[in-house]
């Protein structure tokens, strides 16, 4: 079994920054793209920002020089640094990995979420 446990969400004033984590545990073989997603009461889930294994990067256009995602492989670990936070900012934010997990001789790719961690911007 492969869990994303998030965590770093709370609450802060607008122009303010907060740092979120997202950690992977499990039978983990290998973990490709990671990325975070934000959702907000009676939308959809939206795509904040991405990463490979590699490194590369997408973000959504409302994040841009403002968002920062990175990931430690080691620590099977994705963060998003959020700076000049804005109150249209808030909502719960949640991890997601491709992941190869390992089931007893055999492997397979999961797409895997997180429980979500809220985030709430206040003006």
């Known amino acids: 079994q492969v869990q994303l446990v998030e965590s770093g969400g709370g609450l802060v004033q607008a122009g303010g920054s907060l740092r979120l984590s997202c950690a992977a545990s499990?039978?983990?073989?290998?973990?490709?793209?990671m990325g975070w997603y934000r959702q907000t009461p009676g939308k959809q889930r939206v795509l904040v920002a991405s990463?490979?294994?590699?490194?590369?990067?997408e973000y959504a256009d409302f994040v841009k020089g403002r968002f920062t995602i990175s990931r430690d492989n080691a620590k099977n670990t994705v963060y998003l640094q959020m700076n000049s936070l804005k109150p249209e900012d808030t909502a719960v934010y949640y991890c997601?990995?491709?992941?190869?997990?390992?089931?007893?001789?055999?492997?397979?790719?999961?797409?895997?979420w997180g429980q979500g961690t809220l985030v709430t911007v206040s003006s």
């Open positions: 499990g039978s983990i073989v290998s973990i490709n793209a």
């Open positions: 997601n990995g491709n992941v190869e997990a390992l089931f007893t001789t055999w492997s397979r790719y999961l797409e895997v």
């Open positions: 990463i490979t294994s590699g490194g590369s990067t």
